[in-house]
C-alpha cells in the first residue's frame, strides 16, 4: 500500500502506492525502545540487537549541528563521563580496554530520537521510537492517526481520509490540532525541524483562512472553559465543530468532542441531534482506531450510558450536520 522513499528536505517518507480508503489499518507495530526521558535515548539505541540498530540510525534525524547548540555541550559532557568510567574500569581491572566513545555517535543518536519519537497514549511521559511509523513526516492536517492498541499490543497507524496514490502519508506530531501556527511552530521546536505542510504556508489564501478559523476556535475555547454550563456551552461546541470540519481535521479529538457535545444534546433535550452527533464520533473513533481498539470501546460504551436507542438511522443525519456546521462557518 506504501513504499518509503525521499521526500525532500523531511529526509524519508511514506508514500502512497494506490487508492487508499479511510480506515485502513496502515501499520501495526511495537516499539523498538523506550525511554522516561529524552536523555536515556542514546543508551537505549546501544543496547538495541544489530538489526533493530540498524534500523534505527536508518531513521533521518534533524540538522543538530546547527539547530542545538545544547546538544553538542551535551554530547560532549557524555563523552568524559565515559572516558572517565572506562578508565576507572581499566584501574580497577573491571575491564581491560578504554572504548573511546565519540561525541558525533551520540549526536547523531539525540538527533534521531527527537525527531522521530513518540508520546505513547498509555503513559504521555514514556516516548517510543518505532520502526516504520517513525518514518510518518509531520502534517498539522495529517491523513493518518497513531494511537496505542491495548488489546494488540502495539501502536496502530489508521488513514483518516482517502489517500490517493502518490500522495505521502503524514500525522501530526502534536498533541491538539486547532493551535494557530505560531503555537504550532513553538510546539515542534523539540523535534528540531520547521513544518512547512499547507496549513503553515501562509502565502496561500486557504491557510490564511485556516489561521482565521484556528485563532476563532481558540477563542470559543476559551468560551468554553469559562461556561457556567448553561445552555451556551452546546452552541459553543457546536461551532468548533464546525471549525474542525471545516480545517479537515480527523482523528480522536474531534471524535471525543463528537461524544461529548451529543451528551449536551441529550440533557437538552435534543434526542435528534445527539443521535447524529454521537454516531458521528463513533464513526470518527472507528476510522482512527479500529474497531477493536478499547478507545472505541470506551467511546460506544459511553454512548450506550446516554441511551439514545439505534444510531444507524443517524449515521445521514451526522453527514447532513457536518455539511451545514461547515456552511455556517463559512457564512460567519
Known amino acids: 500500500m506504501f513504499i518509503a522513499r525521499p521526500a525532500g528536505a523531511k529526509g524519508i517518507g511514506l508514500f502512497a502506492t494506490q487508492l487508499i480508503p ?3 489499518r496502515l501499520l501495526a507495530e511495537k516499539p523498538l525502545f523506550t525511554v522516561a526521558s529524552e536523555s536515556e535515548a542514546y543508551a537505549a539505541s546501544r543496547r538495541l540487537g544489530s538489526h533493530d540498530r540498524k534500523t534505527f540510525l536508518g531513521l533521518v534525524g534533524g540538522d543538530a549541528r546547527e539547530r542545538s547548540k545544547r546538544l553538542w555541550v551535551e554530547a560532549g559532557g557524555h563523552t568524559v563521563k565515559e572516558v572517565v568510567r572506562d578508565v576507572a574500569n581499566v584501574i580497577g581491572k573491571r575491564n581491560g580496554a578504554i572504548t573511546w566513545p565519540r561525541a558525533p555517535s551520540y549526536l547523531n543518536a539525540r538527533s534521531i530520537f527527537l525527531s522521530n519519537n513518540f508520546a505513547l497514549s498509555t503513559s504521555p511521559s514514556m516516548r517510543a521510537i518505532f520502526p516504520n511509523i517513525s518514518r510518518l513526516n509531520h502534517a498539522c492536517v495529517p491523513n493518518t492517526e497513531a494511537n496505542w492498541n491495548a488489546n494488540l499490543d502495539h501502536f496502530t497507524v489508521h488513514t483518516l481520509s482517502p489517500v490517493r496514490e502518490g500522495e505521502e ?3 501530526s506530531y502534536l498533541e491538539s490540532h486547532g493551535a494557530v501556527t505560531a ?11 520547521e513544518c512547512s505542510c499547507a ?5 496561500t489564501p486557504a491557510a490564511q483562512q485556516g489561521e482565521i478559523s484556528r485563532a476563532d476556535l481558540q477563542i470559543k475555547v476559551r468560551e468554553f472553559a469559562q461556561s457556567d454550563g448553561s445552555k451556551g456551552e452546546l452552541s459553543i461546541m457546536r461551532s468548533m465543530l464546525g471549525m474542525y470540519e471545516q480545517e479537515g481535521i480527523r482523528g480522536r479529538e474531534l471524535a471525543t468532542m463528537y461524544i461529548a457535545t451529543a451528551k449536551l444534546a441529550q440533557m437538552a433535550g435534543l434526542l435528534e441531534e445527539a443521535r447524529a452527533l454521537a454516531s458521528r464520533g463513533l464513526d470518527l473513533e472507528e476510522t482512527c482506531c479500529g474497531s477493536d481498539s478499547q478507545f472505541f470501546a470506551t467511546s460506544l460504551a459511553g454512548v450506550e450510558r446516554l441511551q439514545l436507542g439505534d444510531l444507524n438511522g443517524a449515521v445521514e443525519d451526522a453527514e447532513d450536520m457536518s455539511s451545514s456546521h461547515r456552511i455556517a462557518i463559512a457564512a460567519s
Open 22 to 24: 479511510a480506515g485502513t
Open 169 to 171: 502519508l503524514t500525522l
Open 183 to 193: 503555537d504550532r511552530r513553538e510546539a515542534l521546536r523539540g523535534f528540531m525541524f
Open 199 to 203: 496549513a503553515c504556508e501562509m502565502g
